[in-house]
């Protein structure tokens, strides 16, 4: 199952351009396995939510990324029923019938949200979810910085995000070139000395963070980067001209042959 056209990301894309503070997370971590959730509960955050692909499974799958298992066995037994998961796909629209949320549902052990609007938009849905609990109480996970992390920023919630997804095969082409976009303008931010947000409760990163993330990529390996992705969009943009100039001289073909034929 694929995802529609997300218009709220669109637009906050613009909002991020004036502020781009909102797309910085409060941390940063390889993957769930680097996440103390007994620490986080402690440090006061009692309710968490998760983005899907690419920080729990692998891209529009149901089943949890067989490394996390014991990561997410902890977090559920930390965070038992105060635990969400808030997909882009799964739970929208897009999931006819929301076939694809009760999957993950049995599969993973832990609710899917139902939600009209998509991230970065929707906080109050979540909110009003884990009612009677105050934003600043709740984490939210996830791969994607103009998404999940916005989404988090908006409504003031503790910001984390996963930087080694599971797996680009399968994933979205777009999603894939934004996520690299994302990572290159996080180092550069970074360089620039730009911090998230300041969030209400003070986390010890030492007590909450099991090990430290990688160090932001050198402004050579960001240009060394730049130039890989434009090359693979000129290669692309190339295939596909050829593909068309294909299928239209075998239009042709076939239209001279229908008239030879008469």
């Known amino acids: 199952m694929g995802q529609s056209f997300n218009l709220h990301?669109?637009?906050?894309s613009f909002r991020v351009l004036l502020s781009p503070r909102l797309m910085v997370p409060n941390i940063i971590v390889r993957d769930i396995r680097d996440i103390n959730f007994e620490q986080l509960h402690k440090s006061g955050i009692t309710a968490i939510a998760f983005d899907k692909d690419n920080c729990l499974t692998p891209p529009y799958g149901k089943d949890l990324y067989p490394p996390f298992e014991d990561a997410w066995k902890r977090c559920r037994d930390v965070y038992?029923?105060?635990?969400v998961i808030v997909s882009n796909s799964a739970g929208t629209q897009d999931d006819k019938d929301h076939q694809l949320a009760k999957a993950i549902e049995f599969s993973l052990q832990v609710q899917v949200l139902r939600h009209r609007q998509k991230k970065p938009a929707g906080g109050d849905e979540l909110l009003s979810h884990f009612s009677g609990i105050r934003p600043a109480r709740i984490a939210f996970v996830g791969d994607r910085a103009l998404t999940d992390i916005v989404f988090g920023n908006n409504w003031g919630m503790l910001t984390i995000l996963t930087r080694d997804v599971v797996t680009e095969e399968g994933d979205n082409p777009m999603a894939k070139r934004i996520r690299r976009?994302?990572?290159?303008a996080?180092?550069?931010l970074d360089s620039m000395n730009i911090k998230p947000r300041s969030h209400p409760i003070k986390i010890d990163l030492h007590d909450v963070v099991m090990q430290p993330p990688p160090p932001p990529k050198t402004q050579e390996e960001v240009k060394a980067q730049a130039a890989i992705d434009?090359?693979?969009a000129k290669e692309a943009a190339e295939q596909k001209a050829k593909e068309a100039t294909e299928s239209h001289a075998k239009g042709e073909h076939f239209s001279e042959k229908k008239t030879t034929t008469k």
Request: proline share 0%; hydrophobic share 40%.
């Open 186 to 188: 996080l180092a550069f």
């Open 181 to 184: 976009m994302e990572h290159r």
């Open 9 to 12: 990301g669109v637009l906050q």
């Open 230 to 232: 434009t090359r693979e």
């Open 80 to 83: 038992k029923d105060q635990v």
